[in-house]
């Protein structure tokens, strides 16, 4: 009888120094958009992407076709979206520029808009001048990550960014939808 006595102690000892079993949120993100330059803003449906049928392997799933006169795939960008818990938390844009000039980036020149699906467009408004990138340039063969956590319009109804970098017409990228 002493040595269940022990046992149900030392056990109850045992539980009562257990970490309690908290849940944590599962944060996860998801490479939604993808964009080139743009010459000019209104050669932006020459520039589509879709399903890469002909592979297996999932780094390939997508191919995305231009006109090399009026795109130049040496600026592109990402546009990932980041997810807390389920909901969204924050949409990142990647610009890379792998152009042998760098690129003017400015607080009060630099516009990001969305496109929803019925074609309505909403200014993505930029988070304070503290928390804005502190470069003033995207130098040859570097990349500039520009995180917003605020959205006018839900993630799943925004068709296109734009993008205008420095608020120079040679640096516009359009972000399309990556097919899935």
């Given at each position: 009888m002493k040595k269940l006595l022990f046992i149900l102690m030392v056990g109850s000892l045992f539980i009562g120094c257990a970490p309690n079993s908290t849940?944590?949120?599962?944060?996860?993100?998801?490479?939604?958009?993808?964009?080139?330059?743009?010459?000019?803003?209104?050669?932006?449906?020459?520039f589509y992407m879709k399903l890469n049928e002909e592979t297996l392997d999932d780094s390939t799933d997508w191919l995305y076709w231009h006109d090399k006169r009026t795109m130049d795939t040496n600026l592109k960008a990402?546009?990932?979206?980041?997810?807390?818990?389920?909901?969204?938390?924050?949409?990142?844009?990647?610009?890379?520029?792998?152009?042998?000039?760098?690129?003017?980036?400015?607080?009060?020149?630099?516009?990001?808009?969305?496109?929803?699906?019925?074609?309505?467009?909403?200014?993505?408004?930029?988070?304070?001048?503290?928390?804005?990138?502190k470069a003033s340039y995207i130098n040859p063969n570097s990349e500039l990550t520009y995180r917003f956590s605020s959205l006018p319009v839900e993630i799943v109804l925004i068709e296109k960014i734009l993008v205008s970098i420095g608020g120079r017409k040679e640096n516009y990228i359009v972000l399309k939808r990556i097919p899935k």
């Open positions: 849940s944590y949120t599962k944060s996860t993100s998801y490479t939604n958009f993808f964009g080139i330059n743009m010459k000019d803003v209104i050669w932006h449906e020459k990402y546009g990932t979206v980041k997810y807390y818990g389920g909901d969204f938390h924050m949409l990142e844009i990647r610009v890379i520029n792998n152009k042998s000039t760098p690129i003017q980036t400015n607080y009060f020149l630099d516009e990001f808009v969305l496109i929803d699906l019925l074609g309505s467009s909403y200014i993505i408004e930029k988070p304070s001048i503290t928390s804005y990138p």
